[in-house]
């Protein structure tokens, strides 16, 4: 029987592309057999900034319902995987915001050792998705986490071609069953991982 896992997906997203990533994820952690929170990072821009695009208003309205990812998540966790937009082949700045309040956490050692894992998604093809996830890596590395990628562990892999994390192009529409499906493969690799850990740990 496997470990029973905790998993946080933590995501922030503007018009509902991430957003439905890191439902896709929690299909496949739950599926693996852990137990999931999903939850969304507070919206930090401006209501005039929100409200100038259709889509970013309505998603708002519409995810009113999502929970609010707390610090509480990330210490009842054993993996986590953060999702973000692309913000100049950067993380976004409400996702960042909310890491960045995890400096307690991360002085008590609360951080140290967990699974972190991490997905995204652009306007364009190219537009920053790498160098998205590998700016988020580097806090991971800040934290002492196990950084567990989906690399080319699955067919689904060499179909979607991200070894990094689950990525998608905004720009093209909402995510294709192939990339959901890549998006449900990292999380049960997450999963496992974890599941792994623990049970070493407990032996």
Known sequence: ???????????????????????????????AGAVVRLRK??????????NSNPAWAQHLKDTAGVQEASLDDLSWADAVLFGTPTRFGNVASQLKAFMDTAGGLWQQGGLAGRVFSAFCASGTAHGGQESTILALSNTFYHWGGIIVPPGYTDPIQFQTG??????????????TEEILTAARHQARRVVDTAAALKAGRQA
Do not use: D
Request: charged content about 10%.
């Open 1 to 31: 029987m496997m470990t029973a896992v905790n998993v946080a997906i933590v995501y922030y997203s503007s018009t509902g592309t991430v957003h439905t990533l890191a439902q896709a994820a929690a299909e496949g952690a739950e599926k």
């Open 41 to 50: 990072v507070r919206e930090l821009a401006p209501p005039e900034a929100v």
């Open 162 to 175: 991200n070894p990094y994390g689950t990525s998608h192009i905004a720009g093209t529409g909402a995510p």
